[in-house]
């Protein structure tokens, strides 16, 4: 790809041509502020938080679509384009849930490293989001406090119908973030904008309740949402109390995939917090028995290796673990229901064994994975008591000091010797992304070398059902 030399705050910057601004200058290690933008997907421009001055243009230009090239010049952080992005912000908050406007994490307070915990002292505001929000953020980064505009207190009513992917209007910035993943990457194209003016909102397929909606729960808006306007129903206070409580016994799995956004939260390399210490901290708060998910993960594996063992080579196989893509499947693909074979997810997998966790006192099981659609699972087929997510854990160890990373490392309670996970690379852990093509992988099966494809989000499931399964041996689907 063609080079192109530009100039950003006066330092001589190489970037491939083709690329934004925002692109560029993320090249080059030079930070510009956004909010819509979201890495993966195409810009859309609503928010103009990442406001340029390109040289001979008369207008501020927004990063985050427009292209560079071959000499340009720019500038990311005069005073005029600072006071341009904290007006948009003031009018952001113009149309923003009131219980921010008493927070001190927005731009009240000097005082530069005002952690979350502080959050958990605070009665005002009851937001999933706070402590992790990017326009909050954004906020006081740009000491937004007196809000010069009128408030306009819409006052929508949440959408709870799912209890487990929830809507608060209320929170939006119309970012369209969910809207994009919902449609372009997920193809389920539940999210689409409704009304105009300052009316605008994000609303489930023909403005029904989610429950009503096409919803398949896959989980992705809430991964992609930046404030707390979709998030999953959160349980860490049931967590934390039936922890504490002497009538019950608490047995939680812990994923590996919740160290990264801890260690994010925590401030620290990933390499500071590990699995030993999060046992320790579940122990300290009273969780009887922590396992890993590695168990799960394996016992769920073998079940799949099995079915593919017995019919690869006789027809395609098409196996699939996830609770969304069996809603997506039951709503886009029924013909195809009776060629799917479904196998335990590693929550159920967990949930069966954790019958031998049992002891005197009744047993409340609880997977802690960042897996958003485990959540909704949870919900639709009763098999966890509770889903916690990193962030709720986080905030539950805040509540009750139990920093990770500055624990002794304990192991886990229970081990099983299971052997290796078998077809690692097409069963191992697979993360969701945003890409149009599935994975291929060649994989030997009954001593046969076979074409494998996995799908990594449900675009890519709907490529493979519509016809492209037939050109693989085994296909794994995830949402
Ligand atoms: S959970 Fe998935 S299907 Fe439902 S609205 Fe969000 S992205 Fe769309
Ligand atoms: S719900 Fe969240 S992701 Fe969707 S438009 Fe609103 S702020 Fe953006
Ligand atoms: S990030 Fe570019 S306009 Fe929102």
Redesign the pocket.
Known sequence: MAEVRLTINGKDCKAENGMTILEAARANDIRIPTLCHFEGLEGRANCRMCIVEVEGMRTSQPACVTKIREGMVVQTETEKLQAARKATLELIMAHHAVDCHHCMRIGSSSEPSLDPKFCEMCFWCDCERDGFCELQTLNREYHVDVLPYIQHEADYEKDESLDSVI?NPN?????????DVCGNVQTVHN?SMANRGRDIM?VPELGKPMAESACVRCGH?VD????G??YMQEHKDEMLYMAHSYDVDVAAQVSADVLPELAQLYKVDESQISMGQVVAALHKIGVKTVVSDEHARATSAKQAAEVIEKKAGKEPVIITDSNAVKNFVDRYFPKMKDKIDCYDSAQTSFCKNAAELAGEKPLKIVNITNIKEAGAEGKETGNADYVINARELYRIFLRTGGAPHRKKAQSFDKTWTDGDLPYKELLGRKAWNLESDPEEVAVLINGKACKCAVAHNLGQVRKLLEGDYKNYDVVRLMA
């Open positions: 809507r929170k939006c910035i119309k970012c369209r973030r969910c809207v999210l994000v808006c992609v949402c930046p404030v306007a979709i």
